[in-house]
């Protein structure tokens, strides 16, 4: 039997490396993850002007190349216009079993921006702490961040998130995905919590009490 049409255009393809197999990134001791082991995932841009082609997508192709650093097989980016259509992309997303879903795009406080109210119809449950995060990065360095309503959560097993337009809002969201997301996956298609590090390599002994302070005395660190 023939495999399947080599040539057939698809919107969504993987990144390759040099020798055509499915890129699938490095870990965060640096080490290539095998493909096998690794998650798909896909970048969605919302935007009326990117998906008319009235400029270059800028922020899908961010998203692509920071899950391929994360070590996931990334697809994308699929651009599609405001509202209704993006909910169309995350529900045929999960229906294709996508582990990941980062959107970017439509989370401002603009008429057209709906990214949040569309993937909140497709979330069985929301995650609160990662938006919360990823404002958070964002405020550091620009007060406005604090207008992004991106939401994020699960649907099935594919873990959603809404990062910004922006290719700064991207940034700062990759950089808080970074720390968690992999992990996060693995949660939701049911891993383990790691064990927790020791936060000693020597045996603990007891503390010897020490005399009482003076009233006023420093106390170590703690500037109080």
Do not use: C
């Not at 493909?35 to 995932?41: E, L, Q, T």
């Not at 964002?138 to 309503?149: D, H, I, Q």
């Not at 808080?176 to 390599?201: K, W, Y």
């Amino acid at each position: 039997m023939s495999g399947p049409d080599q040539h057939q255009p698809d919107r969504r393809q993987p990144r390759h490396d040099g020798h055509g197999q499915p890129q699938a990134g490095h870990g965060e001791q640096g080490r290539r993850l095998p493909v096998a082991a690794a998650h798909r995932a896909l970048a969605v841009t919302a935007s009326n002007r990117a998906s008319a082609g009235v400029y270059a997508d800028k922020g899908g192709p961010l998203l692509v190349e920071g899950l391929t650093e994360m070590g996931f097989v990334a697809e994308g980016p699929t651009v599609v216009p405001d509202g209704e259509p993006v909910q169309r992309a995350l529900r045929e997303a999960v229906e294709a079993g996508y582990a990941v879903v980062l959107t970017t795009g439509g989370t401002g406080i603009s008429p057209t921006d709906r990214t949040p109210e569309m993937t909140r119809a497709v979330l069985d449950y929301e995650i609160p702490g990662i938006p919360e995060a990823i404002r958070a990065q964002g405020l550091a360095k620009v007060p406005t961040a604090a207008l992004s309503r991106g939401t994020a959560g699960v649907a099935g097993r594919t873990l959603i998130v809404n990062l910004p337009g922006s290719t700064g809002g991207v940034r700062d969201g990759l950089a808080v995905l970074a720390r968690l997301l992999r992990h996060a996956v693995d949660q939701i298609h049911g891993g383990d919590h790691p064990a927790e590090p020791s936060r000693s390599a020597g045996p603990r002994h007891p503390v010897e009490p020490s005399a009482p302070l003076e009233p006023g005395e420093p106390r170590g660190d703690d500037p109080r």
